[in-house]
């Protein structure tokens, strides 16, 4: 028996669709005063994509801080992946 090593590389893209007139300024707010410091939309939409990147957006759209996406009129999915694995030289 032998221990194999690999490299996986896995590579996601993300649609993100966010309302600006739920994610503004006094959305950012409290979300500033008890998460993280977020100032824009695109601050989010990174935040929102990792989430959804881990596999951390359950099937009821519920994420921390936001509550149900649904009710914010956001939308988060995973549009492709791919992955390439490689397995590293024995040392």
Not at 29 to 58: C, N, P, T, W
């Amino acid at each position: 028996m032998a221990i194999h090593k690999f490299e996986v590389t896995v590579t996601q893209v993300v649609l993100v669709e966010l309302d600006d007139a739920k994610l503004n300024q006094e959305f950012n707010k409290a979300f500033s005063g008890v998460f993280f410091h977020v100032d824009s939309l695109e601050d989010h939409a990174k935040h929102l994509a990792q989430m959804e990147a881990r596999g951390l957006i359950g099937f009821d759209h519920f994420v921390e801080g936001y509550g149900d996406l649904r009710k914010l009129n956001c939308r988060v999915g995973v549009c492709s992946q791919e992955e390439e694995v490689g397995e590293v030289a024995h040392a």
